[in-house]
């Protein structure tokens, strides 16, 4: 069972949607919310070295700034699970920058039943990394 997230995302009250449709599905996680990697490095720099069953949520990230931020979150931990929301024109860039899957927003709220989906493939999804 996942038991905490990291919320990267710009804007406050995206960063509120998302915790608040999490606390929903995962009553018992600790949430962590974060306006941009260099306030979450020292959070990832902490996880222990499985992944500590955490996902990271990424969130309104510029294009261009959104693949190095995944790249980055990738480079400090390789399994742990990396969840990239936005725009489906850049799904691929996100995917392809290191993250364990995409969500579009306008699929945002299915994104507690995901998360449970992914969680019995944990180790095989996040083995991948950007090299």
């Known amino acids: 069972m996942v038991r905490q997230f990291l919320i990267i995302d710009d804007n406050r009250d995206g960063r509120f949607v998302l915790s608040r449709a999490l606390f929903q599905k995962y009553r018992s996680a600790t949430l962590h919310e974060f306006r941009d990697l260099a306030a979450a490095r020292e959070s990832l720099e902490k996880l222990p070295l499985d992944g500590g069953q955490t996902v990271v949520l990424l969130h309104r990230t510029p294009q261009l700034e959104g693949a190095a931020l995944i790249r980055s979150v990738r480079a400090l931990h390789r399994r742990v699970l990396i969840v990239a929301l936005g725009d489906?024109?850049?799904?691929?860039?996100?995917?392809?920058?290191?993250?364990?899957?995409?969500?579009?927003?306008a699929a945002w709220l299915r994104l507690g039943p995901m998360i449970k989906d992914l969680e019995g493939t944990q180790p095989n999804l996040t083995e991948k990394s950007s090299s």
């Open 88 to 105: 489906p024109a850049i799904a691929g860039q996100a995917i392809e920058a290191g993250a364990t899957c995409f969500l579009e927003y």
